[in-house]
């Protein structure tokens, strides 16, 4: 729904995938090697935040293989998992060894790219191919590449959009609304009645927003800033809102608290 709106119009569905590709592939920084097929990496190494769990992890993708290690000497652990270059894709079972909460079947971690207007990152997407914890398709977590921000091409921040969005913090859904620079945030579901509005800043495509309105349940404590993001993969587009805190309460003001990931957009939609 989103993209064909908001980048086919302005650049052209051609135009849009070679800026995408070239985003997530030209001046890679140094922890990750050449991409295979144009697109997926052979290697790379780094240190993602992990949205659902609120911790950290590392990653080291080289020779085919994923391997990953908790990013506390609290635990100690490995999961290891074959690569898909085609798919950019690992199957991972997180019932190892010294896991005590791992989910109950095997997950598919694939591989996206997320733009912005000021940065371009790797993240992994975790969904569930059994559909034994939710749709297939359903993103249940994305870990974060934690780094310094990496200047992105330019692209144009959405005027009109209208879509549902997976809240990989709190675990349901929420519905967003642009109309001009007007950002709106409701409940998608769930038997909760309330609204959310802030103004969106064109530049960095950013909004502070305060979730402390009536009849929203455990706001946050502090206003947060949401960032809009073009994220792709090799396969599949979305978009995506990623939350931090500028005033530090929570995190340090560049850590990323939350992501919000739109619900069944693909290539072909």
Known sequence: ????????????SKA??????????????????????????????????DMHDGDQKHIVLENGEITITPGSDAE?????????????????????????????????ATLWYAVSESDKKSEFEFTDPSGTIAARTDPLNRWVELKSPQKSITYPCPTQLKAVFA????????EVSISGTTVTIKPAGGGQDWEVTSSLEPGPCSAMVNFNVSGKPSPPPVPLRLTFFYT??????????????PSGTLAAPDAPLNQWIEVGTSLGA
């Open 232 to 245: 792709y993969s090799a396969e599949a587009k979305k978009a995506q809102f990623e939350f931090t805190d």
């Open 1 to 12: 729904m989103v993209w064909p709106l908001l980048l086919c119009a302005a650049l052209g």
């Open 76 to 108: 100690t652990w490995v999961i290891k998992g074959a690569f898909d270059a085609d798919s950019c894709s690992a199957m991972l079972d997180f019932n190892v060894s010294g896991k005590e909460e791992h989910p109950p079947v095997p997950l598919l």
């Open 167 to 174: 809240d990989l913090h709190d675990g349901d859904r929420k």
């Open 16 to 49: 849009l995938h070679g800026k995408l590709r070239e985003a997530a592939v030209v001046e890679a920084p140094a922890t990750k090697a050449r991409t295979r097929r144009g697109w997926c990496v052979d290697e790379l190494r780094g240190t993602f935040a």
